[in-house]
């Protein structure tokens, strides 16, 4: 099983900043990765496919990069509604994984 | 408009037996997997399995097969996910959520969740 690990495990930053997420796979899962946004209360939300896809919809302050084992979601201007917790999940190897996740909250 | 609708909570005892529901409207049931993730009381997201509606083909996280079953009726757009005998750390929520294809597997919609309490 791929272990995805996600740092930090929270990051606190202030609105109007650039928050920078990491995500790590165990072992190379090419761009099979998304990201997710969950919110307290809801369901996860897509807001990244393919490492670097943005979903239908979500705004392009969020951005995903990387590829093999190495992952980030940044969010260049952090919005009032994008405190949250964020997880990365892959999709190349099964079982598929998540990682831990990590909330960003206000600083 | 695709949405994904779950059964309402569930409150359980030990040994019971459950199924929960996930419907699907607003796209072709048949032409896309259905897939369920579990999150635990303040933990994270757990990929528990998925099914292919149109010919029931299910994969499972060992982790979770032989515990739970996964299943769908096509005649009326659903989903299930069922246990046999309930456990104390089945308590959790339960999401459905669907996806295009095994190499397009990233969950695209999402149901609402069901809440399941096991306790006796």
């Known amino acids: 099983e791929i272990v995805m690990t996600q740092s930090p495990a929270t990051l606190s930053v202030s609105p109007g900043e650039r928050a920078t997420l990491s995500c790590r796979a165990s072992q190379s899962v090419g761009n099979n990765l998304a990201w997710y946004q969950q919110k307290p209360g809801q369901a996860p939300r897509l807001l990244v496919y393919?490492?670097?896809t943005r979903a239908t919809g979500i705004a392009a302050r969020f951005s995903g990069s990387g590829s093999g084992t190495e992952f980030t979601l940044t969010i260049s201007s952090l919005q009032s509604e994008d405190f949250a917790v964020y997880y990365c999940q892959q999709y190349n190897n099964w079982p598929r994984t998540f990682g831990q996740g990590t909330k960003v909250e206000v600083k | 408009e695709v949405q994904l609708v779950q059964s309402g909570a569930e409150v359980k005892k030990p040994g019971e037996s459950l199924k929960i529901s996930c419907q699907g409207s607003?796209?072709?049931?048949?032409?896309?997997?259905i897939g369920w993730v579990r999150q635990m009381p303040g933990k994270g997201l757990e990929w528990m399995g998925i099914i292919y509606p149109g010919d029931s083909d299910t994969r499972y996280n060992p982790s979770f097969e032989g515990h739970v079953s996964i299943s769908a009726d096509l005649s009326i757009s659903t989903a299930y996910l069922q246990w046999s005998s309930l456990e104390a750390s089945d308590t959790a929520m339960y999401y459905c959520a669907r996806h295009v294809g095994l190499t397009s597997a990233w969950f695209e919609s999402w149901g609402q969740g069901t809440l399941v309490t096991v306790s006796s």
């Open positions: 607003g796209y072709t049931f048949r032409s896309y997997w």
């Open positions: 393919g490492a670097s």
